[in-house]
């Protein structure tokens, strides 16, 4: 598995007003369908996985740039516009934050039951990536926000962030299909942030051939 990027953004508390959300909504759904109209659904995943992209994204549809609330606020957007249009769109979105995030198996099932994809695979997908970000790469991050983009030709992205309450900042993981190879090596393509030292990262590339391996890298968090 090929991570595509990471973000780190500040951990603002509050809310968005609800105005500002259903105008957020308004901007979302033509956005979406001029990208996947003009260069297709792939185009458009691979976009969402590009953390600068999708930062600008969610400045174009009317949220702050520099909070983490960009995340929480870009996907929920993204979700209640999309799925209603995902017939046309071919564009399917589970998942969310908090409680949210645990239904993501149970949502791409129901996608494919749907849509005639395997569902239980890209669950195990979900899942794997969730376990890479939150456990195999000890970075002080808890992941408290999991979404899954998927695609009627089985393409898909996955955004999950996670937050440090010691460093007051959040951290923003982008996933791609197209970059698949495995979930147990150098899934690490870019990070994109202030350095807060070494990490353990277990699923780095490691210097030996064993894979039982365990050493602490020289990526900086």
């Known amino acids: ?46 976009r969402l996985s590009d953390p600068f992209w999708f930062q600008s994204f969610g ?27 995902s017939h046309e769109l071919g564009l399917y979105i589970a998942g969310g934050k908090g409680k949210a995030s645990k239904d993501t198996p149970r949502e791409l099932l129901r996608i494919g039951d749907k849509t005639g994809l ?45 937050m440090d309450g010691a460093t007051g900042l959040a951290r923003r993981y982008h996933w791609n299909s197209e970059r698949v190879k495995n979930f147990v090596e150098e899934p690490l393509a870019a990070v994109c942030g202030d350095n807060q030292g070494q990490i353990l990262n277990l699923v780095a590339r490691a210097p030996s051939k064993s894979p039982q391996s365990l050493y602490v890298s020289g990526f900086q968090g």
């Not at 983490?68 to 209640?80: E, I």
């Not at 899942?127 to 089985?154: E, M």
């Open 1 to 46: 598995m090929k991570r595509s990027g990471t973000a780190d953004l500040a951990l603002w508390g509050g809310g968005i007003p609800s105005w500002l959300f259903d105008r957020m909504k308004l901007l979302t759904l033509p956005v979406v369908e001029s990208i996947v109209l003009h260069y297709g659904r792939e185009h458009f995943l691979s």
């Open 59 to 85: 400045a174009v549809i009317g949220m702050d740039w520099n909070s983490s609330g960009v995340t929480t606020a870009v996907m929920r957007a993204l979700k209640q516009s999309i799925n209603p249009a």
């Open 118 to 162: 395997d569902g239980d695979h890209f669950g195990r997908c979900s899942k794997l990536a969730a376990k890479v970000d939150n456990t195999a790469v000890q970075d002080g991050f808890q992941l408290y926000l999991h979404s899954f983009v998927l695609s009627a030709d089985g393409d898909w992205t996955i955004i999950q962030q996670g």
